[in-house]
């Protein structure tokens, strides 16, 4: 009953077997990418089959997990930074700059859906949509979007996706440094 969070999840690998790791939320708490982990401790095991279940345990069976894509964290076996990013669905995305790729770490952080990232929508390319949804999500560097030019072509972009029933919101690089609100403002418009 005294066993830390840690602690668990050791316990959680080693009942598992050889080759057992930490991976998906638990890991994404273990590399500092989510302050909250699930109920279940979700744990991958190398092999496809073969492993009986276990209470309060999640096991994730794969053939694809290699050595490169497992560490350690605070002595810990658990699945690269990399690797849980993956399984997380928050992979390599095409991203084209820093504020998209910070503004996807806050989706991540703040258990929001993973959107579409820099898709087409008309003759646009917008930097994020929940389609189901119907919301888009800007978020604007004052290097590419401070002279009238960008000024009016964001205006034009705004009224052609509101004319067609998509919520828009903007996020200034300023605002993105205040994660909880920028959260927040995009829960609001999810279900």
Same mark, same amino acid.
């Given at each position: ?32 990418? /989510?302050? %909250?982990?699930?109920? =279940? ?10 492993? #009986?279940? !276990? +209470? ?5 069976? /794969?053939? %694809?997990?290699?050595? =490169? ?10 699945? #690269?930074? !990399? +690797? ?108």
């Amino acid at each position: 009953p005294n066993l830390s969070r840690e602690g668990h999840w050791m316990a959680a690998v080693l009942a598992c077997g050889a080759g057992a790791v930490i991976s998906h939320g638990c890991a994404a708490v273990l590399h500092s990418i /989510s302050p %909250t982990c699930p109920e =279940a401790i979700h744990i991958t095991v190398p092999v496809p089959g073969g492993r #009986s279940r !276990r +209470r309060g345990i999640v096991i994730h069976r /794969s053939t %694809t997990l290699t050595r =490169a894509e497992v560490t350690r964290r605070r002595g810990i076996p658990v699945t #690269s930074y !990399r +690797r849980t990013l993956a399984d997380l669905g928050y992979g390599p995305e095409r991203t084209r700059s820093d504020l998209e790729r910070l503004f996807l770490r806050i989706c991540l952080e703040h258990d929001i859906p993973k959107p579409e990232v820099n898709v087409p929508v008309g003759p646009y390319t917008v930097d994020f949509l929940w389609r189901a949804e119907r919301l888009v999500v800007e978020v604007d560097g004052y290097r590419y979007h401070s002279d009238r030019r960008a000024f009016r072509s964001d205006r034009a972009r705004d009224r052609y996706l509101g004319g067609r029933a998509f919520a828009v919101l903007r996020f200034a690089d300023e605002e993105l440094e205040d994660p909880p609100a920028v959260a927040a403002s995009v829960k609001a418009r999810l279900p």
